[in-house]
């Protein structure tokens, strides 16, 4: 049954779709790093010192910006800290605690002796909202990021307070992520891989999905996506939302997979807009 709509009122350009229903892209994304926006501080991700949590058996790096309520960011496929957009977190930062880590077997994080897939990566990260001394966290998932941010949310529903799925989908076994699955098959079987990246594409392709889950979700969910997005084409996220009651679509138009490289200030103000947003109005 369809849910009632709801909307979402953003003042930006952008094509808005409103139901109740990677930080990185394979290959040809590159991170981006805009220059300063106008009344946002000049901040740096590689010049922040990376500091260290034990969680759920591994050390996972994090580094962290802003203050007020906190808010993970989880980096998609492939990508580690420094790959995240700086013009976008300083947004975030200008409103919340921000929390940026790297994923096990990535950039400055340890790999641990499990075999990682998807779910371990959402155990993962509810076990670092602990060891960072918080109860839960608001939570942005780019790409890969965004499957880690719907496990998490189902499997530790009292981790998660609002959450923004980016480049989303809820499988990689559908026709329209063929070319994303080819990719990660491609990955997954070549030896000369890092192995870190062989772990995350493994972990990709082995992954169940949640479809029939998502009406479990009880969360306020914000889904964004670019229409120009081919790699998690954006009627996936049209399909997830009407499969989550109490969620958001916001769809940009003419942007590609990960838009937020290229529309960073656009991207990170929307997710200001709905953290903030009264729900019961």
Same mark, same amino acid.
């Given at each position: 049954m369809t849910n009632p709509i709801q909307f979402l009122a953003i003042t930006a350009i952008l094509l808005l779709c409103c139901?109740?229903?990677c930080l990185f892209a394979p290959p040809a994304a590159s991170p981006g790093q805009a220059p300063p926006a106008?009344?946002?501080p000049a901040l740096s991700i590689e010049a922040t010192p990376v500091q260290y949590a034990d969680a759920n058996g591994v050390r996972l790096a994090y580094r962290e910006f802003g203050s007020g309520e906190p808010l993970l960011v989880i980096v998609g496929f492939g990508a580690t800290m420094e790959q995240a957009n700086n013009t976008a977190i300083s947004v975030l930062a200008a409103n919340y605690h921000v929390y940026l880590y790297d994923h096990r077997g990535m950039g400055h994080s340890s790999a641990g002796d #499990?075999?990682?897939t998807i779910p371990l990566f959402a155990d993962d990260a509810a076990s670092l909202v602990s060891a960072l001394g918080h109860e839960s966290m608001h939570v942005y998932g780019t790409s890969m990021g965004s499957f880690i941010a719907q496990?998490?949310?189902?499997?530790?529903?009292?981790?998660?307070?609002?959450m923004i799925l980016d480049s989303s989908a809820y499988s990689i076994q559908v026709p329209e992520t063929r070319y994303l699955k080819d990719y990660l098959e491609t990955?997954?079987?070549d030896p000369a891989s890092?192995?870190?990246l062989r772990d995350e594409a493994r972990a990709m392709l082995a992954w169940n999905g949640t479809w029939d889950r998502l009406p479990g979700l009880h969360k306020d969910v914000l889904l964004v996506v670019g229409t120009a997005d081919t790699i998690t084409p954006a009627v996936l996220s049209?399909?997830?939302?009407?499969?989550?009651n109490g969620s958001w679509l916001v769809r940009? #138009?003419?942007?590609?997979?990960?838009g937020g490289d290229l529309a960073p200030v656009t991207y990170g103000e929307t997710a200001v807009h709905f953290l903030k947003m009264d729900a019961s109005r």
């Open positions: 139901t109740a229903g106008p009344g946002y #499990e075999t990682p496990e998490l949310a189902l499997n530790h529903p009292g981790r998660v307070r609002r990955v997954a079987a890092p192995p870190g049209y399909r997830m939302a009407g499969q989550i940009f #138009e003419g942007l590609p997979h990960a």
